[in-house]
């Protein structure tokens, strides 16, 4: 039988970050992982075309970025570069007028104020507000709840001119956040869109708060992605692990946490029992957790309640595409974003946010797009783009609000092929209507369904990418269902490090980072077998 200090279920970034925290401390962990390739949703690939490395999930970083955690492991000195498009963040719309956020303040707000006079001061005034509180508010964001030590730099900040109002503005809708702020649609359009990241309606208190973190962040510290694809993170965190002695099982599916006395004290696999003297430690979602890994008679009668209440975010489709030339964006700015949003208005955005929220497919869906050839030329060949785009749709399909129009093919949202080839042709409708040409120079395409996207990470149930609603009834203390908060579970030494924890969704390591440090803490002393 195996024996280590602990065992780390999952090599996701939560995952990977938790492993390098304890090999710091000097423990033996052992991170198993059941696909054949490590980091989870940070992977990438060039299956679509050869020499077109597309990101299979996530792909910009500025959570990553941003997050003190993953700063702090110095992943640079184990091969991991950033690199940066030439401006972060476009908004297409329908003629041809776009939003941009580049990487210097002053022409985010010039090209602003272009559109609406004013828009660029207010800009400005929320960068400085940033400036301010910025650094304290990630720490408050990120750390386990309540956020003590982040918190109390906060509240000396928000004393000061301004941090009050932004912590206010971050708890409002995100609609009347943006209608409030600018008077043009460009700027509204640059923080709503980066709202729809997340599964809260615009309508809804708290929607800001993803669209302003983003996009000011952006503002800051840009949309990074790695070098040579979004693996090149995982890669570099393998490496870190690996070089201070932990060890990564690929291939290797954790079936059970054994508990004894209320004590999580070994991990199942297929092949053997690896017996853990300190944590487990486990970044699957919190359904695979309670009443999966750890058996329903292990956990509180309480728990299994509170659990059939815990909700997902919407579904994911997402396209791949190799293009044998750039993006032929109408009235493409000079220099070009990494990602690009696409949506008609803050009407549209919020008609098609609410439509997946009524369980149906959009007609007009909100698109993310990614231009990774934009950001990373080292990933395609010389004028080629290897491109993507997602976009939500329910968990469970009740009808599509495109029925009937005849330029449209139904979805029913079965997901077989049929439904992906109509999904993937409504999505590249929409990018044709923003880059006249783009399907003429498409040389290939990969379309991942919901299905497809959970049988590469299990963690991405039905295609949900966060872990759970960002709602915020299943924030805080309420996530992953109420009482919680904190990465510590009802069964001692085992530990909860996936985004179905506080903070939740996001490539920041926070959820690994809370987790390894709860484990840290509750383990100060050396295990009997471990004494020399």
Known sequence: MTTTDAVVIGSGPNGLVAANLLVDAGWSVVVLEEQQTPGGAVRS?????????????????????????????????????????????????????????????????????????????????????????????????????????????????????????????????????????????????????????????????????????????????????????????????????????????????????????????????????????????????????????????????????????????????KVDWALDGAVPWAGAPELSPGTVHIAESLDGLSLSGSQVAAGLVPEQPFLLVGQMGVADPSRVPLGHEALWAYTHVPQRVRGDAGAGRSDLREVRGTWDEADLDAMAERMEQRVESRAPGFRDRIIARRVLSPRELEARDANLVGGAINGGTAGLHQQLVFRPVAGSGRPETPVKGLYLASASAHPGGGVHGACGANAARAALWHHTIRPPWRRT
């Open 45 to 317: 690939d060039d299956s679509v075309a050869p020499g077109h490395v597309h990101d299979t999930f996530s792909s910009f970083y500025p959570l990553a970025a941003g997050s003190p955690t993953i700063r702090g492991l110095g992943l640079e000195e184990h091969g991991l570069e950033w690199v940066q498009a030439p401006s972060v963040l476009g908004h297409a719309f329908p003629d041809g007028r776009w939003g941009v956020l580049h990487r210097d303040r002053g022409a985010t707000a010039a090209g602003l104020d272009e559109q609406a006079r004013g828009d660029g001061d207010s800009w400005l005034a929320l960068c400085d507000t940033w400036d301010r509180v910025g650094d304290d508010l990630i720490r408050c964001l990120l750390s386990p709840f309540p956020p003590v030590r982040g918190g109390a730099g906060l509240g000396r900040q928000v004393l000061r001119p301004g941090g009050m109002e932004l912590v206010r503005e971050m708890l409002m809708p995100a609609r009347s956040l943006t209608e409030k702020l600018f008077r043009g649609e460009a700027a509204r359009m640059l923080v709503a869109g980066n709202s729809a990241h997340a599964d809260i309606g615009l309508e809804s208190p708290g929607s800001a708060a993803m669209g302003l973190l983003l996009a000011l962040l952006g503002q800051t510290v840009g949309f990074p992605v790695p070098r040579g694809g979004a693996g090149e993170l995982s890669a570099a965190m393998v490496r870190r692990l690996e070089s201070r002695g932990g060890e990564l099982c690929l291939g290797e599916r954790a079936e059970g946490v054994r508990v004894q006395d209320g004590r999580a004290v070994a991990v199942r696999t297929a092949s053997r029992e690896l017996s853990v003297g300190r944590a487990v430690l486990a970044d699957v979602s919190a359904p695979a957790l309670y009443g999966g890994l750890v058996p329903w008679d292990q956990l509180p009668t309480r728990l299994r309640h509170r659990m059939g209440r815990f909700e997902w975010d919407p579904s994911t489709i």
